[in-house]
């Protein structure tokens, strides 16, 4: 089975929750756009809104801007 990429709008904190299955950019990454899979295990940002995505550490340890979420 494929995974489907859900668009949602990933500068909203309301729509980010601890568990998600997402794709982040990271910051070394964030000129060239690749993306990175994982599930959310902290969220960073503390506003409700962030222009470029809200920032978030994977259960991976790895930290990046979501751009999708993945079901």
């Known amino acids: 089975m ?8 990933a500068r909203k904190l309301s729509n980010i929750k601890i568990g998600l299955f997402v794709e ?3 910051k070394p990454h964030q000129r060239t756009g690749e993306l990175t899979e994982g599930v959310v295990g902290k ?3 503390k506003s409700t809104y962030h222009p470029h995505g809200i920032k978030v550490q994977l259960e991976s340890g790895i930290v990046g801007r979501v751009k999708n979420s993945i079901e």
């Open 2 to 9: 494929k995974n489907i990429r859900i668009m949602i709008d």
């Open 24 to 26: 982040i950019v990271q």
């Open 43 to 45: 969220i960073l940002t």
